[in-house]
């Protein structure tokens, strides 16, 4: 079963915009993960935040972890045309290390 | 270092029968999972195995199986197929730290699955 629900479902901006994108879940975790996944191929880890960090940053991805609400966010800054793909957020549940709970995924499309 | 490579990377089958998928993982991982991804379900998980052994288990019938060598490697099964199995599989591998979580999870392409 899936983990939670992420937010929006899709999300269409311009080059140069930023693209955030919000991650619900329901556990108590570990960590949680963010991958991308281009057109239905492998996926790709973009960050991971442990249950006890409350922001990372990688390049132009921010993620923010807020354990007390159950959420996370990923913010892509300055996106670009190469970012559109689909996003998913990924927990390692409490007690399932190496087990990964996906959520619905963001469908991300920048216009040029 | 090369990455996770999963063969084939496309199968057709027919109803009733079995098919057999392989993961090889970067090398120096011990950790190899494998993920169904569907529309309707997701990405939803089936299996994990760490040194040869089968350590999680997702909540799939059993004519889903798998198995990893001693090079770590990993095999997945699935027997008596159904339409319902027509999906995205993907393998994952990692190498876990002392305390065994916490590790990123690199993913292979794929195998997609069709059956008819």
């Known amino acids: 079963s899936q983990q939670g629900e992420e937010d929006p479902q899709a999300l269409s901006i311009q080059e140069g915009e930023n693209a955030t994108m919000n991650c619900s879940y329901k556990?108590?975790?570990?960590?949680l993960q963010w991958y991308r996944q281009n057109s239905g191929r492998g996926l790709v880890h973009l960050i991971l935040i442990r249950s006890n960090e409350r922001e990372k940053h990688s390049g132009r991805l921010r993620v923010t972890l807020d354990t007390s609400k159950k959420s996370s966010s990923l913010l892509i800054t300055a996106s670009r045309a190469a970012d559109t793909a689909s996003y998913f957020c990924a927990t390692e549940e409490t007690g399932s290390a190496r087990q990964l709970t996906f959520g619905s995924g963001t469908q991300l499309t920048v216009l040029p | 270092k090369a990455g996770v490579t999963q063969t084939p990377r496309y199968l057709i089958k027919t109803r009733g029968q079995q098919v057999t998928l392989s993961c090889s993982p970067i090398?120096?991982?011990?950790?190899v999972s494998w993920y169904q991804q569907t529309p309707g379900q997701g990405l939803q998980f089936l299996f994990e195995y760490f040194s040869e052994t089968q350590r999680n288990k997702g909540n799939f019938p059993g004519r889903f199986s798998g198995r990893q060598f001693s090079n770590s490697r990993s095999e997945m099964n699935v027997s008596t197929l159904e339409l319902g199995d027509s999906a995205l599989y993907l393998c994952?591998?990692?190498?876990?730290?002392?305390?065994?979580?916490?590790?990123?999870?690199?993913f292979g392409q794929g195998t997609r699955l069709t059956v008819v």
């Open positions: 556990t108590s975790i570990n960590n």
């Open positions: 994952a591998s990692s190498s876990p730290g002392q305390n065994l979580k916490n590790t990123e999870a690199f």
């Open positions: 090398s120096g991982h011990r950790s």
